[in-house]
C-alpha cells in the first residue's frame, strides 16, 4: 500500500528541525533566563519548552551546585529515581552516557501494603524502596508532593543522601509546601524546585535530560 499525505490545507511548519530551532530561539527571547545560574540556562530552557511557559523563570530557583553535582552524578552512572512512570518514560535513554539506569518503584508489589500500613500514598511509600538505590543517585519528582516530603523525611533520619535532588511536583495540595521544604532544607542537597503549583513529570523529564547531555 502506498500512503500519500492529505491536501495541506493549513499554513504550518513542518520541517522538525526548523520548529525546535525557532522554539528554542523564541524562548531565549521572551524568557528572563538572568533569574537561574550560568550554568543552568540551559536547563531552563528544556523546561520552559517542555512547558510552554516562558514566566516559568520566575519561579524556577536552581541551587547554584546542582547543576555540576548531577552531571558528575550522571556521567558515573548513578541511579536515577523518580516517583512517576510519566517521569521515567520522558527520559531520553540515549543523552544517559553514562549508562544510568531509570528507576520507578511505584508498581512494586510491596508499594501498597506499606501505603496502607503508613496510611500515606503509594508515592511516598515507593520512596522508601529506593534505600540501596539512594546514595548518590539523581533524584526527579514531577508528580507527588508526598514522595518529596518523605524523601526529605528520609534524610532527616539519617537516611542515604542523593546526589541532587529535581523536586518539581504538580499540584494545589502540599506541592508549594513540599518544594518549598526543599529549598529549605538544612541538608541543602542541591536542587531545583518550580515554586507554587506548577511542575509536573514533563518538567522533571526535562530538567533530568537537560543535565545528562549539554547539547541541546
Known amino acids: 500500500m502506498t500512503l500519500s499525505p492529505p491536501p495541506r490545507r493549513y499554513n504550518y511548519e513542518g520541517d522538525g528541525d526548523e520548529i525546535y530551532r525557532r522554539s528554542f530561539a523564541m524562548i531565549r527571547a521572551e524568557a528572563d ?36 553535582a548531577a552531571r558528575a552524578a550522571l556521567h558515573s552512572g548513578a541511579p536515577i529515581l523518580t516517583d512517576a512512570n510519566m517521569v521515567a518514560a520522558g527520559i531520553t535513554l540515549a543523552r544517559l552516557h553514562g ?14 501494603e506499606l501505603a ?4 500515606t500514598t503509594r ?34 533520619d539519617g537516611g542515604p543522601r542523593p546526589a541532587a535532588i529535581i523536586g518539581v511536583p504538580v499540584g494545589f495540595i502540599g506541592a508549594a509546601e513540599s518544594k518549598q521544604a526543599l529549598a529549605d532544607h538544612p541538608a541543602q542537597i542541591p536542587y ?10 514533563a518538567m522533571a523529564a526535562s530538567a533530568v535530560n537537560a543535565l545528562a547531555q549539554e547539547e541541546e
Open 33 to 68: 533566563l538572568t533569574v537561574v545560574p550560568a550554568n543552568a540556562e540551559k536547563v531552563a530552557v528544556r523546561m520552559v519548552h517542555a512547558s510552554g511557559q516562558t514566566d516559568l523563570t520566575a519561579d524556577l530557583r536552581i541551587h547554584p551546585e546542582l547543576v555540576p
Open 99 to 112: 549508562g544510568s539506569q531509570v528507576h520507578c518503584l511505584l508498581r512494586d508489589l510491596r508499594v501498597p
Open 116 to 119: 496502607k500500613a503508613w496510611r
Open 123 to 156: 508515592s511516598a511509600a515507593a520512596v522508601s524502596l529506593w534505600d540501596g538505590l539512594l546514595e548518590g543517585a539523581v533524584v526527579a519528582i514531577g508528580n507527588a508532593p508526598t514522595a518529596l516530603f518523605h524523601l526529605l523525611e528520609v534524610i532527616d
Open 192 to 201: 531545583l524546585v518550580v515554586h507554587g503549583r506548577r511542575g509536573g513529570s
